[in-house]
């Protein structure tokens, strides 16, 4: 997840969503004029609070709750007009409704969001059919989001999604004394191939992305996929939309796997090949970056609750072990398409 970094809440603080009760939950969607019959599903999110909301109409809306303190209005108001703008070009997104005009609610001290409902399965990534159809729709994305730059979201750099990482962690002493050496020296390590990596893809060019295309984040039908979440939507180059979609399995099927995405991708939209000495380093990064998400929500009881783990030795072992890995991974030649 391509999270922004915000300062966690002082000891003390009551934790952020403390005051979202179902009561006030359902009053925040009938304060837009909808009528909830009273059912709510959760739905799977750790950053934000979205819920699938049944309606007396018999239809239902996704309802999502913003991180207080994370997004300035002005940033989600942005992401919010991406989504319309998309939409408007026909590529399959999730856009927010309007009520009276506003897409960013408010009820109770929370900001909230409301979207149709989209069904979905996660799509079949090892299927070459499947890879080109999402390698479309992503060149039709990325057509659009070419055309300007965000203003009030951020930039995807090696400062925000290594540097200030390390940083949190080493403050926080979430690192095992024992094992601080060694994560400090690989972390510093993979920090300076990441960037020796974008100094040598040279100026690629910066677009409007979705940030954090994960499978999860594609949802499939019998119509095709469509994207959610455009939550994480950031400026960057091109290639951090579709690393994502070649995670699984060794080089050779990762390869494979590339030249399907940017068959289907180049049919709408050219790909700077320099990009893909990104790869790695961009992999390097989310692994920091995540763990310093986790670190920053500690206050949040969602995140003990779900990631008790993270203060275990062994968790930090294997993120040693696992920098080590992509360390070398960054020194050798970049993926290419078989």
């Given at each position: 997840m391509?999270?922004a970094?915000t300062?966690p809440?002082?000891?003390?603080?009551?934790a952020p969503y403390?005051?979202?009760?179902?009561?006030?939950?359902l009053d925040a969607?009938e304060?837009?004029?909808?009528?909830a019959d009273?059912?709510l599903l959760?739905?799977?999110?750790?950053?934000?609070?979205v819920?699938?909301v049944?309606l007396?109409?018999?239809g239902?809306?996704?309802?999502?709750?913003?991180?207080?303190?994370?997004w300035?209005?002005?940033?989600i108001?942005?992401?919010?007009a991406?989504?319309?703008?998309?939409?408007?070009?026909e590529?399959?997104v999730?856009?927010p409704?309007?009520f009276?005009?506003?897409?960013?609610?408010e009820?109770?001290g929370?900001?909230f969001?409301?979207s149709?409902?989209r069904?979905g399965?996660?799509?079949?990534?090892?299927d070459?059919?499947?890879?080109?159809w999402?390698?479309?729709?992503?060149?039709?994305?990325?057509?659009?989001?070419?055309?300007?730059?965000?203003?009030?979201?951020?930039?995807?750099?090696?400062?925000?999604?290594?540097?200030?990482p390390?940083?949190?962690?080493?403050?926080?002493?979430?690192?095992?004394?024992?094992?601080?050496p060694a994560?400090?020296?690989?972390?510093d390590?993979?920090?300076?191939?990441?960037?020796?990596?974008?100094?040598?893809?040279g100026d690629?060019?910066?677009i409007?992305?979705?940030?954090d295309?994960h499978?999860?984040?594609i949802?499939?039908t019998?119509?095709?996929?469509?994207?959610?979440?455009?939550?994480?939507?950031?400026n960057?180059?091109?290639?951090?939309?579709?690393?994502?979609l070649?995670?699984?399995?060794?080089?050779?099927?990762?390869?494979?796997?590339?030249?399907?995405?940017?068959?289907?991708y180049?049919?709408?939209?050219a790909?700077?090949?320099?990009?893909?000495?990104?790869?790695?380093?961009?992999?390097?990064l989310?692994?920091?970056?995540?763990?310093?998400?986790?670190?920053r929500?500690?206050h949040?009881?969602?995140?003990?609750?779900a990631?008790?783990?993270f203060?275990?030795?062994?968790?930090?072992?294997?993120r040693?072990?696992?920098?080590?890995?992509?360390?070398?991974?960054?020194?050798e030649p970049?993926?290419v398409?078989d």
């Amino acid at each position: 997840m391509m999270t922004a970094m915000t300062a966690p809440l002082p000891d003390g603080s009551p934790a952020p969503y403390a005051d979202l009760t179902p009561e006030r939950l359902l009053d925040a969607i009938e304060s837009v004029g909808l009528r909830a019959d009273g059912r709510l599903l959760a739905l799977n999110s750790y950053e934000n609070r979205v819920y699938q909301v049944w309606l007396e109409d018999g239809g239902a809306v996704v309802a999502k709750f913003y991180r207080p303190g994370r997004w300035r209005d002005a940033a989600i108001l942005e992401e919010h007009a991406y989504a319309a703008e998309l939409a408007e070009h026909e590529v399959p997104v999730v856009a927010p409704l309007a009520f009276d005009g506003r897409t960013l609610l408010e009820h109770g001290g929370f900001r909230f969001a409301i979207s149709p409902r989209r069904g979905g399965r996660a799509p079949e990534l090892g299927d070459p059919a499947v890879l080109r159809w999402i390698g479309r729709l992503m060149g039709r994305m990325h057509g659009v989001g070419a055309t300007r730059g965000f203003a009030q979201r951020e930039t995807l750099s090696v400062a925000l999604l290594g540097e200030t990482p390390r940083r949190v962690l080493l403050e926080g002493h979430w690192i095992a004394p024992e094992l601080l050496p060694a994560w400090r020296s690989i972390a510093d390590q993979a920090i300076d191939a990441a960037r020796a990596a974008f100094e040598r893809a040279g100026d690629v060019a910066t677009i409007r992305l979705h940030g954090d295309c994960h499978a999860g984040n594609i949802l499939w039908t019998d119509a095709g996929p469509h994207f959610v979440d455009l939550d994480d939507a950031c400026n960057g180059p091109a290639v951090q939309d579709l690393w994502m979609l070649l995670s699984g399995g060794d080089a050779a099927e990762q390869s494979a796997a590339l030249r399907e995405v940017l068959a289907g991708y180049e049919t709408f939209r050219a790909f700077d090949r320099r990009e893909l000495g990104l790869i790695e380093a961009l992999r390097t990064l989310r692994l920091l970056h995540y763990s310093a998400w986790i670190a920053r929500r500690w206050h949040d009881p969602a995140f003990p609750a779900a990631f008790p783990w993270f203060s275990d030795p062994r968790y930090w072992q294997d993120r040693i072990l696992e920098l080590r890995e992509q360390v070398a991974a960054m020194a050798e030649p970049p993926l290419v398409p078989d």
